[in-house]
């Protein structure tokens, strides 16, 4: 199952406290108490595993090392160390205290969730002329800590969607080789799945229907996967009883969810079209047709159709 959606709760370490202490080296005087160490913070990080969330799915609380404490003789405590946590690329990371937001948009990024706490000074950085024998020191500040809300949005080129069963997970693996669960039910898709058309990354969305944009069904969990998507390939099964009435329902639930979505590049296809005899696929592409008049009908089973499709992804491949 996909994890697309936790909080968890992040502590960073505090600061150790410095040191009281006085030389201990004969004919030498004076302070030589150590600054505490810094505590340790909290990174997040991007990687390529769509599934990196689900290590919250049970451990979701992570407190770090707290800087150890100065010590005598000049000694500083050591710092603590800092925790990585790694998560997909394309997670948008809330703080939930302060409602700021950070995304991860590429492998590697690295974002600092939570700061370790400051050690404080020992003796030896209160000495003065007037001072020679300090006895101050500071303790360390304490390690930010928050609640965290993890939130992955897919970072796709090509997002496939359409009403369950229109075809979405056959086209992906036909063009990339990907391996989604292919059967002839509806919602035989229930998480999203992403396919590499050489360097163009296909996602097929779970099957939308009427309503998903306020929750109904497999909803608006999967509709913020298409948000980032930069084209949109809309599959009308020729199966369907109302062609018109799918890609309308499928268009208003884009609509609702996000205007910026609803006008992202749409490419309009008639898929299953080898399950339909010749003379009512005719009158078929023609309704979808006056819907988007670059609508083409595309089988899995059919080689030119298929290049077809691929003709359109080398175009944006090329314009990326």
Do not use: C
Request: charged content about 25%; proline content about 4%; cysteine-free.
């Amino acid at each position: 199952m996909l994890i697309d959606d936790v909080t968890i709760r992040i502590k960073a370490g505090d600061g150790g406290r410095g040191s009281v202490s006085f030389n201990k080296n004969l004919m030498a005087l004076g302070p030589a108490g150590g600054d505490g160490g810094d505590g340790g913070s909290v990174y997040f990080e991007g990687i390529s595993d769509l599934n990196a969330l689900a290590q919250f799915r049970h451990k979701k609380v992570f407190f770090m090392k707290h800087g150890e404490y100065g010590r005598g003789q000049f000694k500083d405590g050591a710092d603590g160390e800092d925790l990585i946590l790694k998560v997909p690329v394309g997670t948008v990371i809330h703080i939930v205290e302060t409602g700021e937001s950070q995304e991860i948009m590429h492998t590697k990024d690295r974002v600092l969730a939570a700061k370790g706490g400051l050690g404080g000074r020992g003796n030896f950085k209160f000495r003065s002329p007037t001072n020679t024998s300090p006895t101050q020191f500071q303790v360390g500040t304490p390690g930010e800590a928050f609640t965290i809300r993890l939130e992955l949005k897919l970072i796709a080129d090509v997002g496939l969607v359409g009403m369950p069963n229109a075809g979405k997970s056959s086209l992906l693996n036909e063009l990339t080789g990907a391996r989604s669960k292919v059967a002839n039910y509806p919602f035989t898709t229930l998480e999203p799945s992403l396919g590499a058309y050489y360097e163009l990354i296909l996602a097929d969305i779970p099957g939308l229907i009427e309503g998903a944009s306020h929750g109904k069904g497999l909803g608006i969990k999967f509709l913020k996967h298409i948000e980032r998507t930069k084209t949109i390939f809309h599959l009308i099964s020729a199966e369907s009883e109302d062609l018109v009435r799918d890609y309308k329902i499928i268009r208003k639930e884009l609509e609702t969810y996000s205007k910026e979505l609803a006008k992202k590049p749409e490419y309009v296809f008639l898929s299953k079209s080898d399950m339909i005899p010749p003379k009512e696929m005719k009158a078929k592409i023609a309704a979808v047709k006056k819907l988007n008049k670059d609508a083409i009908a595309i089988s899995i089973h059919d080689e030119d159709a298929l290049e077809k499709v691929k003709g359109i992804l080398n175009k944006i491949k090329a314009e990326k």
